[in-house]
């Protein structure tokens, strides 16, 4: 699965600037979030499907993220996450 390119992250920019407006994240490359030194969050793209992949432990988790509903709940996931 090959990282989102710059047209898949052009079909996600809505999300995207939902996470800028996240506390405790930067942006260091269009769609590639990092949460302090590490890397946190970042895209793929499998066709017309969108996943993410979250850190939320030693290794990245896959998440759905084509759909509004998948975007959601990837939203809550990611607010979870980033809570002290």
């Given at each position: 699965?090959?990282?989102a390119g710059a047209e898949a992250l052009d079909r996600l920019e809505p999300l995207l600037k939902t996470i800028r407006g996240k506390?405790?994240?930067k942006e260091k490359s269009r769609g590639v979030f990092y949460r302090g030194s590490r890397a946190f969050l970042h895209f793929h793209e499998?066709?017309?499907?969108?996943?993410?992949?979250?850190r939320l432990a030693d290794d990245f988790?896959?998440?759905p993220?084509?759909?509004?509903s998948e975007r959601a709940i990837l939203l809550k996931k990611l607010d979870a996450a980033l809570r002290p």
């Open positions: 699965m090959k990282h506390s405790g994240l499998e066709g017309p499907l969108f996943f993410a992949g979250i988790e896959r998440f993220a084509t759909t509004k």
